[in-house]
């Protein structure tokens, strides 16, 4: 069946460009969850997205980043006035319903702003 | 912050050894997960191990965890080239619905 999916799979940008990265869970996923990982490093969890309750944003780096989820499904996490800092993979999960939160990753969106 | 911390960072073993990586965590854990990541894409979700578990197995995978000591391992076993990967732990603790992924363990398969 499908997994999750990203896109764009890369996207360079030059600073201060806006950049939206986009991700469709799983079907039926409920949670969703959107991570950074810089070169070499784990996982940094940025926001979490669970039915219709208020996003767990607690991991967002900046004000410049935000995310939406549309019906439920499909979500967009969207970095304003890039920085080279911002350069990094950027991961998205869905969390099925076995109760043990074992999360299924999208292949990644590679971010490279110049 | 991290939760689980993996050893060694970095293994290279020869194809039919077997590869062993530990993690250890700081606070008690509902469960604890193994991913696959390979070339620095999404990550594959290997094994869970709940915190009343002792020990898993799944194909040749063989996770144990130690709740005493705070800490799991992962043992591959005939490691074959494509087992060439970079390994997390990530730790479920009390309700939090997030898992904390540590730094990984880069582990090189040579044929």
């Known amino acids: 069946g499908a997994g999750v999916s990203q896109s764009p799979s890369n996207k360079v940008t030059e600073k201060g460009k806006d950049v939206e990265l986009r991700c469709d869970p799983i079907?039926?996923?409920?949670?969703l969850y959107w991570y950074r990982q810089s070169l070499g490093q784990g996982l940094e969890f940025l926001i979490y997205?669970?039915?219709?309750?208020?996003?767990?944003k607690s991991g967002l780096p900046s004000d410049r980043f935000s995310a939406e989820r549309t019906g439920g499904s499909v979500s967009t996490l969207t970095i304003q006035r890039t920085q080279q800092e911002d350069s990094a993979v950027y991961l998205c999960?869905?969390?099925?319903?076995?109760?043990?939160?074992?999360?299924?990753f999208g292949p990644g969106t590679r971010l490279t702003v110049l | 912050s991290q939760q689980g911390e993996e050893d060694p960072q970095a293994l290279s073993i020869q194809e039919g050894e077997n590869a062993t990586m530990n993690c250890s965590y700081k606070?008690?854990?509902?469960?604890l997960q193994w991913y696959r990541q390979n070339s620095g894409r999404g990550l594959v979700h290997l094994i869970l191990?709940?915190?009343?578990?002792r020990e898993k197995h799944s194909g040749r995978l063989r996770v144990t965890l130690d709740t005493s000591k705070k800490s799991s391992s992962l043992l591959i076993t005939a490691s074959r080239a494509a087992d060439t990967a970079s390994y997390f732990c990530?730790?479920?603790?009390?309700?939090?619905?997030?898992?904390?992924f540590g730094a990984g363990t880069t582990v090189t398969v040579r044929a």
């Open positions: 999960a869905s969390t099925g319903t076995s109760g043990y939160n074992e999360q299924f």
């Open positions: 079907s039926g996923h409920t949670a």
């Open positions: 997205f669970q039915g219709n309750s208020a996003p767990d």
């Open positions: 606070t008690s854990i509902n469960n």
């Open positions: 191990i709940r915190s009343n578990e």
């Open positions: 990530a730790t479920a603790t009390g309700n939090d619905y997030k898992l904390s």
